[in-house]
């Protein structure tokens, strides 16, 4: 049955995605929704809610807020919150209501800004995707809104964009990822939105090249490349470390993540062992200029389930939540914890 859910818990959607993005900057972030969408994304699709504050508000949409369009009502709302709180920038994130009323956030967004003194950009997501469909449009809105200065390169500096609890997994791996790249290159790595706050993101031109460790970051990467001729690579620095400590020489290997870190997975055993068979699958973005010709994208639980029944793998990396879909499966399976597919943290 098409959405049936036996063995996975519900993905995050596109609005969770965006206050990811958003959520270190010091901003007000308006979720603009009555109240349910809010309560999802702080009590479970933001680990970092239990452990750092971050200015996050339901717009309490009533129902006659929304049938009639009472646009002013979350104006004043917001104003009064800016004039309460120490904030650098306002978000106003859309859900499945303002999607279906049909709110023009350009309008919202020149209304608001006339009412207070701080910047204000819109995310127009609709709650029916997924959170990375929300992510990379709240990356490009952040560079659009704030990286607007063209600074001089500093050698050494990277911008690291894709890196959320969502993609990584784990709330000290942007911290890993910066200690790698000085340890083995000697870059300055700057994770926007994980320990890099608004400062650094107005000066993303001054990078000399932005890595890109998840599909929802390229777009954004490809905007500042066109912009202001910052050069970008695709990558995963600490990927080796997932790497299980066996001969994958000849077997046929699935990994099943989001796309980056998957993709870098994959190239890690191919520099180490001859003749491995690599399937890359997710239940994500598949960028096409990032995908092989043997990758497949999952939606239904019976894709997983029907994949690895037919493939004959000697070993699959995915999130141990999906062991139990298959358990007849009698070959290796390395466990890769999936923030956005378990909500298990590493």
């Not at 004039?83 to 999607?99: C, D, H, M, R, Y």
Request: aromatic share 8%.
């Amino acid at each position: 049955m098409k959405g049936l859910r036996k063995y996975l818990t519900p993905f995050a959607p596109d609005q969770s995605g965006a206050v990811s993005v958003l959520y270190e900057l010091g901003g007000i972030l308006v979720i603009c929704d009555a109240g349910g969408c809010t309560g999802n994304i702080c009590g479970f699709d933001e680990p970092r809610w239990f452990t750092h504050k971050s200015a996050v508000f339901s717009a309490g949409l009533r129902d006659m807020d929304a049938i009639l369009g009472r646009d002013d009502r979350l104006v004043a709302k917001l104003a009064d919150a800016a004039e309460k709180l120490e904030a650098s920038f306002a978000a106003i994130i859309g859900t499945p209501v303002p999607a279906v009323i049909g709110t023009d956030y350009r309008a919202l967004e020149r209304m608001s800004e006339k009412k207070m003194d701080l910047t204000v950009l819109t995310v127009d997501t609709d709650g029916m995707e997924l959170y990375d469909a929300g992510e990379e449009k709240a990356y490009l809105a952040l560079f659009q809104t704030f990286a607007k200065e063209k600074l001089p390169v500093v050698k050494g500096r990277v911008g690291v964009i894709g890196a959320t609890p969502q993609d990584l997994s784990d709330l000290k791996e942007a911290d890993r990822i910066r200690d790698r790249l000085q340890e083995t290159c000697g870059y300055q790595a700057v994770c926007y939105g994980m320990g890099a706050g608004l400062a650094e993101v107005k000066k993303a031109s001054s990078a000399e090249k932005n890595l890109v460790v998840s599909p929802a970051a390229l777009a954004a990467a490809k905007y500042l490349e066109s912009t202001y001729g910052t050069p970008y690579e695709i990558g995963y620095p600490t990927a080796e470390d997932q790497v299980a400590k066996l001969d994958h020489s000849g077997k046929r290997i699935l990994i099943v993540h989001q796309q980056v870190l998957a993709n870098a997975i994959r190239n890690e055993i191919q520099a180490q062992w001859d003749h491995a068979e690599i399937t890359v699958a997710s239940w994500f973005t598949l960028k096409k200029e990032l995908k092989q010709g043997q990758d497949v994208a999952l939606k239904e639980e019976e894709d997983y389930i029907e994949l690895v029944r037919g493939g004959a793998w000697d070993v699959i990396y995915a999130d141990a939540c999906m062991q139990k879909m298959v358990p007849e499966y009698s070959g290796t399976f390395i466990d890769v914890p999936h923030f956005a597919v378990s909500g298990r943290m590493r």
